[in-house]
């Protein structure tokens, strides 16, 4: 067991979450010495905790605290996203980045794991505000990164916006330019469909889901799919449903959640671009809601989820907001609408008693009729995925096309499920006819990269 803090909960469930799922395996049987590895691998290498000190507009000294953990290096440079949140504390952090390690371990790119960020809430600020805490938060955070040491990335509240800001900061402190960042800018180094990649990719491997699970029969068309959130992920994940036949019948925020009125029907790529609009001025989809132009075709559901309030059958579930908002009742009520397919946009979206009541769901049910449920660390590994093309362009000073970056994308999220099922299919074994753990494949694939590599460099032996 990890040793832990108590106060560290979400830490707690990411490493429980991983070790239950081993050690229900035959993993720890055929390999037994891995479990000093998992020991090894839920200890970061480094927690890095620094006070952020900037001033408002109105000449005020306002503090925050700032951290990056890096977690683990056994694969490459650490990588993962820096969140600025009011909520973000060492425990999430922990989490994100412990997810991370294996999440990117499934891409086949050579990135170890890491997150960082800041309680800082940029809601309400001023872009002269968000520049000079972005100042002050880099000009600490880039003694501790580099381009082969450590590649943060944008997550909740950190845009393009932002990470323009502290790249900017960072060249100017080390008078050099490399790729420490990604997500920027598309004519200083970024990556195209570096915004849409999440998204993509996480539709990419429901792709891949449904084909296994029909036979090859089934698609996205006429596809009934529920999305919660309405950040890039939400967005568009929702426009690659659009465009494979599918139709989207909900999205949310933090305030509550916009669901379709009646059976028929979707929300339109015109209509996903209007919420998008609002999401970039840092508004709610309730100011959106009541419009004429939205009211009468959907109704705005305040202080709520989607999962248990869409008329009709949901087939497939992307749940791309936050972490822990699929509960067990709600994942009992999409079981119940017909919902057949849930894979994670966000990370750890569904809390472990809804993980529970899928995986049970699944192994007393033959495929047709079981719901599936893909975990956030491999599902929505196509963002860092295309961050780490990102960073493959970068150190070879290339461009590649948007047709380029999505081919790639669509490669490494069909190996990633490839891989997580055939891991399942040699640890663990279901009964005939019933469909592997992507949750036990994904979790062992990803553990067994890692630990195998740190063995190697001398980490445990």
């Given at each position: 067991m990890?040793?832990?803090?108590?106060?560290?909960?979400?830490?707690?469930q990411a490493y429980k979450e991983l070790a239950s799922t081993l050690e229900n395996s035959t993993l720890f049987e055929k390999k037994p010495e891995?479990?000093?590895?998992?020991?090894?691998?839920?200890?970061?290498?480094?927690?890095?905790?620094?006070?952020?000190?900037?001033?408002?507009?109105?000449g005020q000294v306002q503090i925050n605290r700032g951290f990056r953990v890096q977690f683990n290096s056994a694969l490459g440079p650490y990588k993962g996203g820096l969140r600025f949140h009011p909520t973000v504390n060492l425990s999430i952090l922990k989490f994100l980045g412990f997810e991370q390690i294996f999440k990117n371990a499934l891409t086949g790119l050579n990135m170890g794991g890491g997150k960082g960020g800041s309680d800082f809430d940029p809601k309400g600020k001023t872009d002269n505000e968000i520049r000079r805490f972005c100042v002050a938060f880099m000009t600490e955070l880039s003694k501790h990164i580099g381009a082969d040491t450590d590649v943060p990335a944008g997550d909740i509240g950190v845009t393009g916006r932002e990470i323009g800001f502290m790249f900017g900061q960072y060249k100017k402190l080390r008078n050099q330019w490399e790729g420490v960042l990604t997500g920027k800018g598309g004519s200083w180094?970024?990556?195209?469909?570096?915004?849409?990649?999440?998204?993509?990719?996480?539709?990419?491997?429901?792709?891949?889901?449904?084909?296994?699970?029909?036979?090859?029969?089934e698609t996205f068309a006429g596809k009934r799919v529920a999305i919660s959130g309405s950040g890039n992920v939400a967005q568009y994940a929702a426009l690659k449903v659009i465009e494979l036949g599918g139709s989207v019948v909900s999205l949310s925020d933090s305030q509550g959640a916009l669901v379709l009125n009646g059976e028929e029907g979707s929300f339109t790529v015109e209509e996903i671009n209007a919420i998008a609009e609002i999401k970039v001025e840092r508004k709610q989809i309730?100011?959106?809601?009541t419009t004429a132009a939205f009211s009468s075709k959907f109704k705005y559901i305040p202080g709520a989820r989607p999962w248990t309030n869409i008329t009709g059958r949901i087939d497939v579930a992307l749940p791309s907001a936050t972490q822990n908002?699929?509960?067990?009742?709600?994942?009992?009520?999409?079981?119940?609408?017909?919902c057949k397919f849930l894979a994670e946009g966000s990370n750890m979206g569904s809390t472990q008693e809804a993980i529970d009541v899928f995986e049970a769901h699944r192994d007393a049910n033959p495929g047709a009729a079981a719901l599936w449920y893909a975990p956030g660390k491999a599902a929505n590994a196509g963002g860092v995925a295309v961050s780490g093309l990102e960073m493959a362009q970068n150190s070879a000073r290339v461009n590649w096309t948007r047709e380029e970056v999505d081919s790639r994308l669509k490669k490494i999220m069909e190996d990633c499920f490839n891989n997580g099922l055939a891991?399942?299919?040699?640890?663990?074994?279901p009964a005939e006819g019933v469909l592997p753990s992507l949750v036990a494949g994904s979790n062992i694939a990803g553990f067994t990269k890692v630990a195998e590599a740190m063995k190697d460099q001398g980490d445990w032996w």
């Open positions: 990890v040793q832990n803090l108590p106060s560290e909960p979400e830490f707690e891995f479990r000093k590895a998992l020991q090894v691998v839920s200890v970061p290498e480094r927690v890095i905790q620094f006070r952020v000190v900037w001033e408002d507009d109105k180094g970024g990556s195209l469909i570096r915004p849409e990649a999440t998204g993509y990719g996480v539709v990419y491997y429901v792709e891949h889901m449904i084909k296994y699970a029909s036979g090859g029969k309730s100011e959106i809601a908002e699929v509960s067990g009742d709600e994942a009992k009520a999409l079981i119940a609408a017909g891991t399942a299919q040699e640890y663990v074994t």
